[in-house]
């Protein structure tokens, strides 16, 4: 007989989409898994599945590597497009940059060289500001550029934005990286298809995400571009990201990709951002920060404000001396979900 769960189900928050539990049809593809025996650290068939499911998103020639997480992901991904002297040029907000603990740096080897953004986006001219210094054996050589899709400001890369990027970057001899851990939020957005503004753009290799979309736990590294990416089956294991039975990370992509699961999941949460937004514009004392284009909410509140609502509700602050804070929606926040934390936000702010 199953024991009680030892958490309060009813609990809802808005700290963060890793926060959510799976999606139901994510564990029933890992139940339908579950059964037998099959070849392990990928020699299975769902994982052959799995290459084909993502074929049929970013087209023919491509290379997958399921990993644990997204650091791992980013970390096997940047160390298979660098030498040793390389170094990668990012947001200051970047996943890598700020929410790795050092990841890249420490494990990978990898020198960051961080800039400046309102928005969380890179453009070519702020790339510039550290792509420079090349043949100088003083200076990491800046030979990567990583952006985020959507950014960790909720903000969205249009097809031309990427591309612009990419022309930019392959013409000074580096290579493109994007950390898609929230990719989908952003195909929701844009309204196309994940290779449009992926491979199409000259992304050469791709962190793409499931946790935040509904799975237990699992990423991809594709090499979009193969040729840029050499050794990722090695670097892979070596980063110990290699799962023995990695048939279980494969279903659930499967599950994800194979239909419109990854699409309807992120669009629901998109959605359900935009309704918070709505619910709370407005309201005195509080200023949105940014667009919201994907399934996070930044607003800045007056003294006291947040701490009194995280009694009800959990989210976290982004920047605590703006008494700037963020609210991420989920595949599974309801309606009925924003529209309580909006009467409670309500309340503390005498509106």
């Known amino acids: 007989m199953a024991s009680a769960p030892l958490h309060d189900v009813t609990s809802r928050g808005f700290a963060s989409d890793n926060y959510s539990g799976v999606h139901p049809e994510i564990l029933e593809a890992i139940a339908q898994a579950n059964h037998g025996h099959q070849i392990a650290y990928g020699e299975d068939q769902y994982t052959a599945r799995l290459g084909e499911v993502l074929e049929g998103h970013f087209g023919a020639g491509i290379e997958y590597f399921p990993v644990f997480n997204g650091t791992g992901a980013n970390v096997v991904a940047l160390q298979s497009l660098l030498p040793r002297w390389g170094a990668v040029v990012c947001a200051t907000t970047a996943h890598i940059n700020v929410d790795e603990n050092g990841a890249p740096e420490r494990m990978g080897g990898i020198k960051l060289l961080p800039v400046p953004t309102d928005n969380g986006k890179l453009t070519p001219e702020l ?29 969205v890369y249009t097809p031309e934005e990427v591309r612009a990027i990419a022309d930019h970057v392959h013409a000074k001899g580096m290579k493109l990286h994007m950390d898609g851990s929230r990719l989908a939020n952003a195909a929701a957005t844009l309204g196309l ?10 992304v050469d290799i791709l962190s793409f995400g499931g946790t935040k979309n509904g799975l237990i736990f699992g990423e991809i590294v594709v090499a979009l571009n193969p040729e840029a990416a050499p050794g990722l089956i090695y670097l892979r294991k070596m980063s110990m990201q290699l799962a023995s039975k990695m048939r279980f990370m494969s279903a659930q992509f499967i599950a994800l990709l194979e239909g419109d699961l990854w699409l309807r999941s992120a669009s629901h949460s998109n959605a359900m951002a935009q309704r918070l937004r709505s619910a709370v514009e407005g309201l005195p004392g509080v200023e949105i920060t940014q667009d919201t284009q994907s399934n996070g909410v930044f607003a ?38 924003v529209d309580a934390f909006a009467a409670a936000l309500r309340a503390e702010l005498g509106a």
């Open 300 to 337: 800045i509140l007056p003294e006291g404000v947040a701490d009194a609502v995280r009694e009800k509700f959990r989210f976290y602050d982004w920047d605590a001396g703006r008494r700037e804070v963020r609210w991420m929606c989920s595949f599974d926040t309801t309606e009925a979900d």
């Open 193 to 202: 298809p994940l290779r449009a503004f992926t491979r199409d753009a000259g």
């Open 127 to 155: 790339i510039d500001l550290e792509a420079w210094g090349y043949g100088d054996e003083h200076r990491a050589q800046p030979l990567a550029v990583s952006i985020t899709q959507s950014t960790e400001l909720g903000t």
